[in-house]
């Protein structure tokens, strides 16, 4: 890694990722006068993917505005090197290093009343989960989530998305779940069932550079306040987001998925 010069918090704030990548124009023949498309450009980080098998979409930029893209400068905070530090009121997570330097991801976080907060350790990781939902979720909203009792097989249907980080409390899982997600706008709010989501761009981003197990420190508001006051509170509240069973069990969706190739992993 190459030296990292020291930066203040609101210049870290402000860091952006400037370059961009432009997938190319497809060929247009030569009986169409028509001008041909333009090519489409992408923060870059944030392109089309191969992962798997799959192409993952990129993400435009509209949701990549101002602090809500990956950036990488020196830490700030107070959790101690190798460890993950989700700030869930400025909608933020951190992979501190040991040299202390750290990425940044913006993240989505649950609504009120829907988090948790102190240390957790995230003993495992998985690539292209599948996703059951939990009993108390059945319990608390089985019109929602009653459908899909199953559970929902890994690939591109699975709301856990590209990967997903288990956090435990000693030897009890917690249920919370670090993930990728296609709701975009979901990133830099609140507004899932209590998981922390990330761009499957990032989340993969973030697998590449960390093992298991690891500590994970969920920060409580009164830290939130004293480390970044200039975030805190970024975002809004979302109105639950509810998928159809048909979105996710019907037979197109079916039709259209296959389990992810992990020898392309």
Request: net charge neutral; hydrophobic share 35%.
């Amino acid at each position: 890694m190459s030296p990292v010069n020291q930066i203040s918090r609101r210049a870290f704030a402000a860091m952006t990722l400037a370059s961009t990548a432009a997938a190319c124009a497809p060929r247009v023949p030569a009986t169409d006068i028509s001008p041909p498309p333009a090519p489409v450009s992408f923060v870059e980080g944030y392109g089309p993917l191969e992962d798997a098998g799959y192409v993952l979409p990129g993400i435009p930029s509209e949701y990549l505005q101002g602090v809500n893209r990956r950036a990488t400068g020196i830490y700030n905070g107070e959790a101690r090197p190798n460890t993950l530090d989700v700030d869930p009121y400025a909608k933020f997570l951190y992979h501190v290093r040991k040299d202390g330097t750290t990425t940044r991801y913006p993240v989505g976080v649950g609504r009120a009343g829907r988090s948790i907060r102190g240390t957790t350790t995230m003993k495992f990781m998985r690539q292209w989960p599948g996703w059951t939902p939990t009993q108390n979720m059945l319990r608390t909203e089985p019109e929602v989530y009653g459908p899909f009792r199953a559970g929902i097989p890994g690939g591109l249907r699975s709301p856990l998305g590209a990967r997903a980080l288990y956090l435990f409390r000693g030897s009890r899982d917690t249920h919370y779940r670090i993930h990728g997600t296609n709701d975009l706008e979901s990133i830099g709010n609140s507004g899932s069932a209590g998981c922390i989501r990330m761009f499957n761009q990032d989340v993969i981003h973030l697998y590449n550079q960390i093992e298991a197990p690891m500590q994970v420190i969920i920060r409580s508001p009164e830290e939130s306040m004293r480390v970044d006051p200039e975030n805190f509170g970024r975002g809004v509240e979302l109105p639950p987001k509810i998928i159809s069973a048909e979105e996710l069990l019907g037979e197109e969706a079916i039709a259209n998925d296959r389990p992810p190739q992990f020898d392309d992993v």
